[in-house]
C-alpha cells in the first residue's frame, strides 16, 4: 500500500491520501478531539500518536492537524497507523454511532431561494476547492435582514491562519458577486 502526503495551507496540518476510498463521495468525518474519535478505530490508533490534535476524514484523505512537533518524526506512526487499519481492513466507523450529528441551519422560509442559490455555490466551486486541501465547509446560516452568511470549517481550515482570508477574500467576495443578497460572510 502507498500512501501519499500532500501540504495544506494549514502548516499544522498534512492530508494523507491512502489511494483509495476513506468516506466516500461527499461524505466526512470530523474528530476534534479523542473524545469524538471514540467512534473510529483509525481516529482513536491516530490520537494514541503523541503530538495529534485533530482529524478529519474526507473522501479519499485524511487530514491530520498536529499540536506541536516536526512533521518528519509524525508522519511514520501516522502512516503507520493508516496503513495497518486498512491493511487489516477494519471498519472506518462503528456501529450507529458512526452518523455525525448534523447542527440545524438557521434561515427564514422567505430566504429559501437564497439560501439554495448559496448551497450550490458552496458545493460546487467552494467545498471542492477545499476538500484539495483537506478540509471542509460546511453552510450553517443566513439572516436576510443583514446578508450575513454562517459557515462552519473543519479539518484543515479550522484553525488554518490564512482561512480568515480565504473566507474574506475569496467565498465571501465570490457569494457577494453571485448573491446579491450576501453582505458578508463569517465563520461560526
Known amino acids: 500500500m502507498f500512501i501519499q502526503t ?10 494523507f491520501l491512502p ?5 466516500g463521495e461527499g461524505a466526512v468525518a470530523d474528530f476534534p478531539d479523542r473524545e469524538a474519535a471514540a467512534r473510529s478505530p483509525l481516529a482513536a490508533a491516530l490520537f494514541e500518536i503523541d503530538g495529534v490534535a485533530r482529524i478529519f476524514f474526507g473522501s479519499d484523505f485524511i487530514s491530520v492537524t498536529k499540536v506541536d512537533g516536526d512533521w518528519r518524526h509524525l508522519k511514520p506512526p501516522i502512516l503507520g497507523a493508516i496503513m495497518e487499519h486498512f491493511t487489516r481492513e477494519l471498519p472506518l466507523l462503528e456501529g450507529a454511532a458512526s452518523e455525525e450529528p448534523e447542527a440545524e441551519e438557521t434561515y427564514s422560509e422567505e430566504d429559501a431561494e437564497v439560501v439554495e442559490q448559496i448551497k450550490e455555490l458552496l458545493d460546487t466551486r467552494v467545498r471542492p476547492a477545499v476538500a484539495n486541501d483537506g478540509g471542509d465547509i460546511i453552510f450553517r446560516g443566513f439572516d436576510g435582514k ?31 458577486h453571485y448573491v446579491p443578497e450576501v453582505s458578508a460572510v463569517e465563520a461560526v
Open 6 to 15: 500532500e501540504a495544506t495551507p494549514n502548516p499544522a496540518t498534512l492530508k
Open 19 to 23: 489511494g483509495r476510498d476513506v468516506m
Open 146 to 176: 443583514t446578508g450575513i452568511v454562517s459557515l462552519y470549517m473543519r479539518g484543515s481550515c479550522a484553525g488554518c491562519p490564512s482561512s480568515a482570508i480565504t473566507l474574506k477574500n475569496g467565498i465571501e467576495n465570490m457569494l457577494r
